[in-house]
């Protein structure tokens, strides 16, 4: 995004610099924002109890029947179809199409034989999750373990950065450090803000249009995107908040946003999206404050040849109210 193109001013205040070198101190040194570089091959202190991870959950599952399981072209585990040449040598059948039927080991054709002994002792196995040394404490059959991993808790986030391919991955602290000090991205505490978006040239809108910022309330780290992106044949401005947690977390909490000028104004209310879901997925949903160009033209008021939204928001944890078994707003102070 050019970066000149839109301002993006803030009433809120700084985060807290002792706050955010905290966790910044705990972590590895930042990597390029487009390579993986975060270590989880360590086990680590779990967050809710300060414990570590032992017993069967630390052990590696690179065990000898492990390793025969081992594609030797890709180095991932192998599922049905498990192939072999004459010789005995397997691997998996994505990769099979990759060596031009030949064997990497012996470069003997392959033709068409399953290696069904080796796939019926991958059923005979129970393995720890690979993100054993995240937390996770599961062990499950081995053709169940790969349908896990896709959706245990303890994997780890993406960037939430849209604004680039950016492939980096990490827990919370790490991708708050790395969306401050590779995405210059602005850091806010509190629970309400006060946003102003300017552009200069508010007719030329395209899809790499875009503002991200980072707010810090209730313990929690919360994105606030906001972008401009053509809906069909209309060019619309959108708001919308994503929590860097997972899913079950977000839903604890709820935020507004409010848009307006000249006595009229558009209110968004609802629940934060993870950042599990990717920023494209949230914004094609439409899960946020939409404004079409001619109303946000109107709001900014002049001769529109400019634009100037001014958005306010506010978030909120909602807390179960064990009597009465309804939720009631906690707003912060």
């Known amino acids: 995004m050019d970066l000149e193109s839109i301002e993006c001013v803030s009433s809120s205040d700084g985060l807290d610099e002792d706050e955010i070198h905290q966790h910044h101190n705990t972590l590895h040194p930042h990597p390029h924002p487009h390579q993986h570089h975060h270590d989880f091959s360590k086990p680590r202190s779990n967050a809710t109890n300060n414990t570590t991870i032992t017993g069967p959950t630390a052990i590696a599952p690179a065990t000898s029947v492990h390793e025969l399981l081992e594609c030797p072209v890709c180095t991932n585990s192998m599922y049905p179809p498990i192939h072999q040449c004459h010789n005995g040598h397997t691997l998996c059948s994505t990769c099979k199409t990759r060596v031009h039927n030949r064997c990497p080991t012996c470069r003997q054709e392959l ?31 081995y053709y169940s373990k790969l349908k896990h991993e896709s959706v245990c808790n303890f994997r780890p986030y993406n960037c939430p950065y849209a604004g680039s391919e950016c492939s980096v991955v990490g827990d919370i602290p790490f991708l708050v450090s790395h969306l401050r000090d590779d995405h210059k991205v602005d850091m806010h505490t509190g629970c309400t803000f006060n946003h102003r978006y300017v552009k200069s040239n508010p007719r030329e809108v395209e899809n790499a249009t875009w503002m991200l910022t980072v707010f810090h309330c209730f313990g929690q780290y919360f994105c606030l995107h906001f972008e401009a992106f053509q809906l069909g044949m209309a060019p619309v401005y959108m708001a919308f908040l994503r929590f860097m947690g997972d899913e079950n977390e977000a839903r604890n909490y709820s935020y507004s946003l409010e848009v307006g000028a000249n006595g009229r104004k558009l209110i968004w209310e609802g629940t934060p999206r993870s950042i599990r879901d990717s920023h494209r997925k949230v914004r094609d949903s439409h899960d946020g404050l939409i404004i079409q160009r001619n109303m946000a033209l109107f709001f900014s008021g002049g001769d529109r040849k400019e634009l100037k939204l001014r958005v306010t928001g506010r978030i909120w944890k909602e807390q179960q109210n064990p009597d009465a078994g309804v939720c009631i707003p906690n707003l912060c102070s």
């Open 111 to 141: 033709g068409d034989i399953r290696c069904l002994a080796l796939e019926k002792v991958a059923e005979s196995l129970e393995l720890p999750c690979k993100y054993y040394s995240l937390g996770c404490p599961e062990i499950f059959p």
